[in-house]
């Protein structure tokens, strides 16, 4: 029977530091992973457990509903200032219903500026526009009812579209 005899670096035996890695993984490189050099201590992008929305360049969605209920609440404001001046000043009333008639209230923020710059009258209305808007936002808008009537709205709406297609693909 022959035997062999397998010969080892010298520096698996002796080292001048002293190792808690195993003989066999101490002289492997790192195994390669491109994403951890890419990600900066204050990155999250990889970290989170969240869908990754593509297409929405600068502004998360959430940014953008934001925009969209910013918008929405201006709107909300005018509609009250207009009530409350319709009863108690009607000359005020009638300045801003023919505003109305000229500019729209798709954005929000432009509308109002545009507001201040026609006259020092359309400035207060302007300012009390955006005081309502404000105070509407931090204090009467329902966060919670807006989240359970949203999650109520999309299981509601998916349900019918999937049983309006099962029915029509039932039917042909």
Wanted: hydrophobic share 35%.
């Amino acid at each position: 029977m022959e035997s062999s005899t397998i010969i080892l670096p010298v520096s698996q035996y002796f080292s001048l530091y002293p190792s808690s890695i195993p003989h066999t993984t101490r002289n492997r490189a790192p195994p390669f992973r491109p994403w951890k050099q890419r990600i900066s201590p204050s990155s999250t992008a990889l970290q989170c457990h969240k869908m990754f929305v593509p297409g929405f360049g600068e502004a998360s969605p959430e940014a953008k509903a934001a925009k969209h209920l910013h918008d929405f609440f201006t709107y909300t404001a005018v509609k009250i200032v207009t009530a409350q001046l319709e009863d108690y000043n009607r000359e005020a009333h009638a300045e801003l219903m023919e505003f109305l008639e000229t500019h729209s209230l798709s954005d929000g923020d432009k509308f109002c500026a545009d507001l201040m710059r026609e006259s020092p009258n359309h400035k207060a209305l302007a300012l009390r526009i955006l005081e309502v808007r404000s105070a509407y936002c931090k204090n009467d808008f329902e966060w919670d009812n807006l989240k359970r009537l949203t999650f109520k709205m999309v299981d509601e709406r998916n349900t019918r579209l999937m049983r309006d297609y099962v029915s029509e693909t039932i039917v042909q």
